[in-house]
T-cell receptor, first 110, second 114 residues
């Protein structure tokens, strides 16, 4: 059974903290993605990666960075968390067109 | 630019039909549909490709009008399990084969009542 896991379901951080969100997939997929989901805005792509050590900006990369040191793991980094980064963060992976999503991490920045 | 979905929300009785629309201001190579149930991750439903090819769910149908840059999702004889938020997505780079991620619409909330 395909599986994408994210390190935390809920996370509370303070403004200015460095935040790491981890995503692991067990399907040997080349492509991995980070989206954020906000009410009324849908899912918006932050960053994606189509290979180890490769990363590309999505539609809203400002304030974020990513790391992909191993094929199965894709990390999202908030260098200095701000309140406007309070959101649901969803990781996904794919081999071709079908994306498999993780359960999400609800991040609150206070 | 995000595709535009309509309606924003719809409430149906079990057994009724629904149509969800998705339109884009840019030329489309494909349209992807996902459903997200409350508190769960989005799940792939289907992809519609230029030229008419369609892959995915066997109980939900969809159309893709390449000239009008529109897609519609048809839910017939709706079941309680169809409740959720439906998202359409368009490929950011048609040559990427899906590797470049999707630009999603804002979603359509579908509530099916008994």
């Amino acid at each position: 059974d395909v599986k994408v896991t994210q390190s935390s379901r809920y996370l509370v951080k303070r403004t200015g903290e460095k935040v790491f969100l981890e995503c692991v997939q067990d399907m040997d997929h080349e492509n991995m993605f980070w989206y954020r989901q906000d009410p009324g805005l849908g899912l918006r792509l932050i960053y994606f990666s189509y290979d180890v050590k490769m990363k590309e900006k999505g539609d809203i990369p400002e304030g974020y960075s990513v790391s992909r040191e191993k094929k199965e793991r894709f990390s999202l980094i908030l260098e200095s968390a701000s309140t406007n980064q309070t959101s649901m963060y969803l990781c996904a992976s794919s081999r071709s067109y079908e994306q498999y999503f993780g359960p999400g991490t609800r991040l609150t920045v206070t | 630019q995000q595709p535009v979905q309509s309606p924003q929300a719809v409430i149906l009785r079990e057994g009724e039909d629904a149509v969800i629309n998705c339109s884009s201001s840019k030329a489309l190579y494909s349209v992807h549909w996902y459903r997200q149930k409350h508190g769960e991750a989005p799940v792939f439903l289907m992809i519609l490709l230029k030229g008419g090819e369609q892959k995915g769910h066997d109980k939900i149908s969809a159309s893709f009008n390449e000239k009008k840059q529109q897609s519609s999702l048809y839910l017939t004889a709706s079941q309680l399990s169809y409740s959720g938020t439906y998202f359409c997505g368009t490929e950011r780079d048609p040559s990427g084969g899906g590797a470049d991620g999707l630009t999603f619409g804002k979603g359509t909330h579908l509530i099916i009542q008994p």
